[in-house]
């Protein structure tokens, strides 16, 4: 049971700075695992940088977001994040994005993310 609230507090200051679009890095590992947006990448990009890199990039696509829904079980987490996106070309639409999680060592691990990656290539350069 401990582990499951320690990973929740590790999620929950994740995504109330992720919300603010800063503090969120200080729960990420130095040796972090990012899969998504690009299904034919299935390697993770890996580490603390090159997720921040990943984030400066979708941060911008995003106006506000919140957590509808989590589901911890141990170190490993599913949530549902909403979002309201406002795009270069001024298209706003509202969307979410299933987020499954990893914890290990106190930090958070490892991420996961599905969403609408169609939305995203027609409405933001690359």
Known sequence: METSTSTKQLLEIYYNGFARKEGWETVISDDFKFTGGDMTKTAPAVGKTAYIEV???????FKTMR??????DGENACVIGNYDFIFPDGVSIN???AEIWKAKNGKLDA??????????????PK
């Open 67 to 72: 957590v509808k829904e989590m589901i911890i």
């Open 55 to 61: 984030i400066k990039r979708f941060s911008r696509a």
């Open 111 to 124: 991420l996961t993310i599905f969403f609408d990656t169609l939305t995203f290539d027609k409405h933001i």
């Open 95 to 97: 969307g979410d994005v």
